[in-house]
């Protein structure tokens, strides 16, 4: 193991730690899992890979993080320090360093796979990243398919390859075709089939150029798909036009929103009948929310939880009865007691713009001028002036800031598109009628 492995070991929590040496086991090969790894990334068109890096992105805030990093320090690096004799320079160990230390480790890691956790590639960190448009795919070289891969039906597509049809004409499902990367010059050109060295052999990891790069062109890979939120917090920076970009609201807005209308007690009962019919927020109990997508359109689970918020009284008693029976284990003597919107969803019966009464739409406007409060009394007018006037080398911390901002409140401004369009009529009595009859009407 190379000195600064070892140093980088000694500074990894202990869940990271082990991952790091088996990670480095080999000259320099980085190892795929020998036994029954399921790849989350890539889809059943390549179940033939059995390694894949991809960049963890769970939301955490930084503040989270801060403590967890300090709890990591104190656990493992502090009684180092402060154990007689100590070989190691506290100025090289302390909290800042630490910090500093793990940034890089973690703007630079993968995680691999289940069996090998997270990892330091050689090489693979060597490229920037640019959203659905890589030059080069890792992925692993080997014809080798688990049982997991074979059998598992569930497992994700993959949405990080940019051109999929090129790299499933690269891959096609007899790995010995592969072509391997062919960079000469800088141009993908010469053919030198490295798939050779290492054909069927699982613990190979193949850089593949997906498409062909000029020389002195910059060479981009794919971290993951994420919006500038996350790239920001896991790699420091962000993209303009990022259609992975999302914006979140959090529950405890629109419990504030629904409670500047009604009692807190209509408040929670509403929020205990969302939830007894199955729905949650993305996130824990703790810090629940909910996602509006780079179009503008708020996840269901939302828009079903403001639709319970504003039922009239008579129709919610209906429906905590119906749920109620339902519980109970007894047939529902009436199944239209159940609201009919919300069971057609659930259903997937219907599109849930069923869901967006005026009402709806009306509350949904509320929370995009709550939401848009949290960026203070500059306009997104301003935050472009001052956009264009950073330098986003000079004061990158100022740029990146700006353009998840701005990105943000573009997407409130089609949310509140979204909101204004034209919405189903619905009175709640005989709404499944009114649903196949498509009544709309211009607000
Ligand atoms: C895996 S490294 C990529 C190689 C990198 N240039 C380096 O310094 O090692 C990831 C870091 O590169 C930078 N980076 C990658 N892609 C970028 C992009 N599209 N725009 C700005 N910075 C980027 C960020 O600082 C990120 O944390």
Request: with cysteine; glycine share 6%.
């Amino acid at each position: 193991m190379p000195v600064w492995a070892a140093i980088w070991d000694l500074q990894l929590p202990s869940c990271m730690r082990g991952v790091w040496v088996k990670n480095l086991l080999g000259q320099g090969t980085f190892r795929s899992c020998p036994n029954k790894s399921v790849c989350h990334w890539f889809g059943p068109s390549m179940k033939s890979m059995s390694f894949c890096v991809e960049p963890n992105f769970i939301r955490q805030t930084v503040k989270e993080d801060k403590v967890l990093i300090c709890e990591d320090w104190k656990e493992n690096i502090f009684p180092l320090l402060d154990s007689a004799p100590s070989r190691l320079n506290p100025t090289f160990f302390g909290i800042e360093q630490y910090f500093a230390a793990k940034s890089l480790i973690s703007s630079r890691g993968f995680e691999i796979d289940d069996y090998h956790g997270f990892g330091m590639v050689p090489l693979a960190d060597l490229f920037n990243h640019k959203t659905g448009a890589e030059d080069v795919h890792f992925t692993a070289s080997s014809n080798y398919v688990s049982d997991d891969d074979a059998d598992d039906n569930n497992i994700n597509n993959d949405e990080s390859i940019a051109d999929e049809e090129t790299l499933a004409e690269k891959l096609s499902t007899d790995t010995t075709d592969v072509d391997a990367p062919q960079v000469e010059n800088g141009n993908a050109s010469d053919t030198e089939c490295l798939s050779d060295m290492g054909d069927g052999d699982p613990s190979l990891l193949e850089m593949i150029v997906v498409k062909d790069v000029s020389s002195g062109e910059e060479v981009f890979n794919t971290y993951g798909l994420m919006g500038n939120a996350a790239l920001l917090h896991r790699y420091g920076f962000t993209e303009q036009d990022n259609p992975y970009d999302i914006v979140n609201i959090d529950l405890e807005m629109v419990l504030q929103w629904c409670s500047s209308l009604f009692t807190d007690r209509h408040s929670r009962s509403r929020v205990s009948i969302w939830r007894r019919l199955g729905y949650s927020g993305c996130g824990d109990k703790n810090s629940e929310y909910f996602e509006i997508s780079f179009e503008g359109e708020p996840q269901t689970e939302l828009i079903v939880l403001l639709y319970v918020m504003l039922l009239p009284d008579n129709a919610y008693h209906k429906l905590d009865l119906s749920l109620s029976v339902a519980g109970s284990g007894h047939e529902s003597s009436d199944a239209n007691l159940l609201d009919d919107n919300i069971f057609a969803i659930k259903s997937c019966n219907v599109s849930k713009k069923s869901l967006l009464t005026k009402k709806v739409c009306d509350g949904f406007l509320a929370l995009v001028n709550m939401r848009e409060c949290l960026y203070g009394s500059e306009s997104i007018e301003d935050d472009i002036v001052r956009l264009g006037n950073c330098s986003s080398v000079r004061e990158r911390k100022l740029y990146h800031s700006l353009v998840l901002q701005i990105c943000e409140r573009r997407i409130l401004q089609r949310l509140r598109d979204f909101a204004s369009e034209p919405f189903e009529t619905n009175n709640h009595g005989s709404s499944r009628k009114k649903l196949k009859k498509s009544t709309k009407r211009k607000r």
